[in-house]
């Protein structure tokens, strides 16, 4: 079997390939870059690597050859990425592969969402679907490795500040989710499955404190503010305006319940219970 993975080089990419590894040769892994160097260095490494990216269509199309599997892992927002996926559909139904899968998001409901980047991934999963091809849908909880960016470098002297309410989070960890996925992809054929692959347990930014404070000994109190005095905070500290109504629009949608979903799923093909709250912040603290 070989199949193509979009996104090799972001963390979540290099995590599904960790467990891939050690199951199937790189030889059997396609890798498509934007960048000469990479290229390289995937190939030193054995990986069938192209160079080009998702607005460039030959090398696209170049990447499935006799390819099984497509993982597309969800394009970053730079520029138009429901597009991007689109070409990427497109190329995969012209190369004929065997199924295509796709990191999505668990969301609970997708028309009422307050940050829209997150409809991007409904609209490529109803794309995926229209294709005619056999697929798997990864919809994905937000990671756990986002707390620290979320809590502030400070966070053990300011605690946390953010507009969430009492909404919870089902977090897990980037590399249980990669590993899980691996998983999927080689041991089960696309057969329009959708996976949410979510923490075993939903929890709200307090419980991240009185979690922070348990395993560190220092007090750390989390404070919800409302979303536009948390939105003139992070202005206030440079952060540039986009980026800031995005954080809050993310916070947004945690208040109002969409990232609180929970499932097995991510446990069933883990083999395990997924990392609970105090392991992952214990490893993501260097606590």
Avoid: W
Avoid at 72 to 83: F, P
């Amino acid at each position: 079997m070989r199949i193509l993975v979009t996104g090799a080089t972001g963390a979540l990419g290099s995590a599904v390939i960790e467990t891939m590894l050690k199951k199937i040769p790189a030889s059997s892994i396609a890798i498509l870059t934007r960048k000469e160097e990479r290229r390289l260095s995937f190939q030193e490494k054995a990986f069938r690597a192209y160079l080009g990216d998702f607005e460039d269509m030959p090398s696209v199309d170049h990447a499935m050859k006799d390819v099984d599997k497509v993982l597309l892992i969800s394009a970053g927002d730079e520029g138009d990425r429901v597009q991007q996926h689109r070409n990427v559909v497109d190329a995969a139904k012209r190369a004929g592969v065997a199924g295509i899968a796709y990191t999505s998001r668990s969301l609970r409901d997708r028309d009422n969402l307050s940050n829209p980047l997150m409809r991007d991934h409904f609209i490529t999963e109803d794309y995926i679907r229209e294709s005619g091809l056999q697929y798997t849908i990864f919809r994905n909880a937000l990671y756990m490795d986002v707390i620290p960016l979320f809590a502030g470098k400070q966070v053990f002297d300011t605690g946390i500040v953010q507009s969430a309410g009492m909404g919870k989070v089902a977090f897990a960890l980037r590399q249980e989710m990669g590993e899980a996925i691996a998983h999927v992809m080689l041991d089960e054929p696309c057969e329009n499955k959708t996976y949410l692959f979510t923490g075993g347990e939903a929890y709200s930014f307090d419980d991240v404190a009185r979690a922070l404070t348990e395993l560190s000994g220092k007090e750390v109190r989390y404070t919800s503010v409302e979303s536009q005095a948390f939105e003139d905070i992070l202005v206030q500290k440079g952060i540039p305006q986009a980026m800031a109504r995005k954080i809050t629009d993310f916070n947004a949608d945690i208040r109002n319940g969409q990232e609180s979903v929970v499932t097995a799923d991510l446990a069933q093909k883990l083999g395990r219970p997924p990392a609970a709250l105090r392991e992952g912040l214990k490893l993501l603290f260097g606590l």
